[in-house]
């Protein structure tokens, strides 16, 4: 799906078009970024079309949709909510399944009859997710997720960047169950602690790739940022 094993994907979390569009103009030729990720907050202002749209005029590079959350419905709308992205230019969509197997299956295999990569998550990155910080998701739970979604044939898991001891566990898990497993992980940006050279350097031998918000589209040159961001994260990367 990525031209390369590694790199950055840019979450962009910004407010309207034209910021959605200055960004892409931005980072779309440099080499590190390989995509783009939109989340729910362009879609409900804009529609995910124009918000898609804003980028392919912009690049040819692999558009990521985040739904935040995505698969926390019965598995009958989540399949609808997949069809509404029929034709608008998104490539692929992160699910993560916090309302079941069932969910899991029906997005996944919805998004296969789409033409759309499904991208599975199963721990965030913030305190008080997992039951054993406080929080309603069962700590085995995204273990099971993650196993879940490689018997079903998905390529790519979302992993915490944050936490560097569950990305161990979850790679060597997902390592096992996958054949050719490729990661992503967010919380490496501004604002959630994560150490991008790290990170990369956990998954080194897999096709992994940071994505970062904040850390990018919230600095005046958003063009240094990932230059810079990615001068750290060069040499633990694949």
Not at 176 to 194: D, E, I, T, Y
Not at 202 to 217: C, E, H
């Amino acid at each position: 799906m990525f031209r390369l094993r590694s790199g950055i994907i840019v979450a962009c979390d910004v407010d309207d078009l034209g910021l959605l569009a200055r960004l892409v103009e931005a980072t779309g030729d440099l080499e590190p970024v390989q995509g783009y990720k939109i989340g729910a907050g362009l879609a409900l202002r804009y529609g995910i079309g124009r918000a898609a749209g804003a980028i392919r005029e912009r690049s040819d590079l692999p558009i990521i949709y985040d739904h935040q959350k995505f698969g926390t419905d019965i598995p009958e709308v989540c399949v609808r909510l997949l069809e509404a992205l029929r034709g608008s230019g998104v490539d692929a969509v992160i699910i993560f399944p916090q309302a079941g197997i069932e969910a899991l299956r029906a997005s996944v295999r919805g998004c296969r009859e789409l033409g759309l990569v499904p991208m599975v998550g199963g721990e965030m990155t913030h305190r008080g997710y997992l039951s054993g910080e406080g929080g309603y998701i069962e700590d085995r739970g995204p273990e099971r997720i993650y196993l879940d979604a490689a018997a079903l044939g998905v390529e790519y898991f979302v992993l915490p960047g944050n936490r560097p001891a569950a990305m161990e566990r979850y790679r060597d898990i997902i390592a096992r169950a996958s054949a050719k497993p490729g990661f992503l992980f967010p919380g490496v940006g501004a604002g959630q602690g994560g150490d991008i050279a790290r990170a990369f350097s956990i998954l080194r031998g897999y096709p992994s790739y940071a994505i970062v918000g904040r850390g990018i589209y919230s600095r005046p040159d958003a063009r240094g940022a990932v230059l810079e961001i990615w001068d750290r994260a060069r040499p633990w990367a694949q």
